[in-house]
T-cell receptor, first 111, second 116 residues
């Protein structure tokens, strides 16, 4: 498969702080990127996307940054809340008809 | 918008039986749907791409006869796990593609399959 089956890295932050989750993508031909949030026992939930003609996109409390030079994607969550605790996946579209998912990062928010 | 449902949300079955999982796009039409499998604390593993009106495309290593996929309409795809065994126990998730040009996928809530 396209995804890597490794144990997920964990990011632990204090409630109210900003969180930055990073992702290195693999294919320089990818033109569309998505961040998903997955809570325990649930399916991935769309958070925000960005197209390759942009380097930044903002949503409600979230910002995605794209650096095509180094093939790096990041998700910034402002004023992190306990409800933000979840696993976050980045995904890229290499124009093959299917997405490639990153390994995921577990975000733990400490009260 | 962009809501995808799955049914059932969980199922327990005996070894040797078959289980059908439904995936529906509720507020958009999806020519293409995807089926994923996810093991605990791991990323999503694509099993197959389901195309409306044609045969599914399976990923390498996924048994076609074991995981039957039918995409009979623009809003429904089904995955049937045939002759299920305990090693098939997993979390199965479907997604539906809303924008083909960008492979924009929205996911269902997943189905937890436990085979005894």
């Amino acid at each position: 498969g396209e995804s890597v089956g490794l144990h997920l890295p964990t990011l632990s932050v204090q409630e109210g702080d900003n969180s930055i989750i990073n992702c290195a993508y693999s294919n320089s031909a990818s033109d569309y990127f998505i961040w998903y949030k997955q809570e325990s026992g649930k399916g991935p939930q769309f958070i925000i996307d960005i197209r390759s003609n942009m380097d930044k996109r903002q949503g409600q409390r979230v910002t995605v940054l794209l650096n095509k030079t180094v093939k790096h994607l990041s998700l910034q969550i402002a004023a992190t809340q306990p409800g933000d605790s979840a696993v976050y996946f980045c995904a890229e579209n290499p124009r093959t008809g299917k997405l490639i998912f990153g390994q995921g990062t577990t975000l733990q928010v400490k009260p | 918008g962009a809501v995808v449902s799955q049914h059932p949300s969980w199922v327990i079955c005996k070894s040797g039986t078959s289980v059908k999982i439904e995936c529906r796009s509720l507020d958009f039409q999806a020519t293409t749907m995807f089926w994923y499998r996810q093991f605990p604390k791991q990323s999503l593993m694509l099993m197959a791409t389901s195309n409306e009106g044609s045969k599914a495309t399976y990923e390498q290593g996924v048994e076609k006869d074991k995981f039957l996929i039918n995409h009979a309409s623009l809003t429904l795809s089904t995955l049937t796990v045939t002759s299920a065994h305990p090693e098939d126990s997993s979390f199965y998730i479907c997604s539906a593609e809303r924008d083909r040009s960008y492979n924009e996928q929205f996911f269902g809530p997943g189905t937890r399959l436990t085979v005894l």
